[in-house]
């Protein structure tokens, strides 16, 4: 079966301070990956997708940057945290629009990261 | 551009109760359409995938139906318990050929069950 792990859980971090959030699948192969933000109080906001190694989509300008160094590896960082950085930061997973009833499958998130920036 | 809007936006029931949640969405051209549940400070389980050739989805107590002509969605909870509350999440799969497929979230509607 196929799990997808996410860390830390939770993360304080001092403006100025570098980000790096990693996110692995396992059980799968060539999986399409996603890191949404959730501001408090709002929705889910899409940062960053990746249809493949080294391929990586932004959704939104910001501070913000998204690495796949291996397959099933998503990572997001940041060379310098803003206040308005803070979130919940979630990595999900699905398969890829090319496999057979693809249709068949959803996302599938991790547990989240709560990131305070202070 | 897709707008998914979910209402109410909060909902407070006693247990043993029925209830909908309802979904909208603006663009009829969807690939599919996932409801999630939310528990605070967590990540986001998956609870039913409708496919856009599908009219309705069950697991368990919930039952969720899909009306893509009307853009529509409901999420129909029975016999509502405590365990239910939560913030529940509809999102919208955009066609497979456009941009990975990202999925377009509702703002959510959160759920309280009193005992």
């Known amino acids: 079966s196929q799990t997808i792990h996410q860390w830390p859980a939770t993360l304080v971090q001092p403006v100025g301070s570098p980000l790096s959030l990693e996110c692995t699948v396992e059980g799968t192969s060539n999986p399409n990956l996603y890191w949404y933000r959730q501001a408090a109080g709002r929705g889910l906001q899409l940062l960053f997708y990746s249809v493949g190694i080294g391929q990586i989509s932004s959704e939104v300008p910001q501070n913000l940057s998204a690495s796949r160094p291996q397959d099933r590896q998503f990572i997001l960082s940041s060379k310098k945290l803003l206040l308005s950085d803070s979130g919940f930061y979630l990595c999900?997973?699905?398969?890829?629009?090319?496999?057979?009833?693809?249709?068949?499958?959803?996302?599938?998130f991790g547990s989240g990261t709560r990131l305070t920036v202070v | 551009k897709q707008e998914v809007t979910q209402i109410p936006a909060a909902l407070s029931v006693p247990e043993g109760e029925n209830l909908v949640l309802n979904c909208s969405f603006t663009d009829s051209a969807i690939y599919n359409l996932q409801w999630f549940r939310q528990d605070p400070g967590k990540g986001l389980t998956s609870l039913l995938l409708i496919q856009s050739s599908q009219r309705e989805q069950t697991s368990g107590r919930l039952n969720a139906s899909l009306d893509k002509s009307s853009g529509r969605s409901t999420l129909y909870i029975a016999a509502s318990q405590p365990g239910d509350s939560a913030t529940y999440l509809c999102a919208v799969r955009r066609t497979i050929y456009n941009q990975g497929g990202k999925l377009i979230f509702g703002q959510g509607t959160e759920l309280s069950v009193k005992p």
């Open positions: 999900a997973w699905s398969v890829s629009a090319g496999r057979p009833r693809a249709s068949n499958y959803g996302y599938t």
